[in-house]
């Protein structure tokens, strides 16, 4: 399975709820020596925001991944950018005031961007 139908799999769960922080943490996890459950409570309040509106939970779990990956700020950097350069923002309020969708579906889909540009990067 892929990172990004691992994050699929995840924000699709009707039996668990998987945050943006969540699913976009765990699908790197298996690679990186750290069970999903241990991941799943790491990431626990990093979603929406850091549990205020504040940077991407998205984001928040793909910069763990990098970490927890050995990458350098150089790397993170590189994602913040091309994730900001995707998205227009890097913060949950703003990403989410410039969306026409439903809230689920516009963060599903800055889970599986941020993935996506992490699974690039750790590569």
Do not use: W
């Amino acid at each position: 399975m892929t990172k990004i139908d691992h994050a699929h799999q995840l924000r699709e769960d009707t039996k668990k709820h998987y945050n943006c922080s969540q699913a976009s943490f765990l699908p790197f996890c298996k690679e990186l020596g750290i069970d999903e459950d241990t991941a799943y409570k790491i990431a626990a309040n990093f979603g929406s925001g850091m549990r205020h509106g504040s940077t991407c939970g998205a984001v928040s779990g793909v910069l763990m991944a990098l970490g927890l990956a050995g990458k350098d700020e150089k790397t993170a950097a590189a994602f913040l950018r091309k994730f900001r350069e995707k998205n227009g923002s890097l913060i949950c309020h703003q990403l989410l005031a410039n969306h026409s969708a439903d809230k689920k579906e516009h963060c599903d889909t800055m889970v599986y961007d941020a993935v996506a540009i992490g699974e690039e990067l750790i590569k």
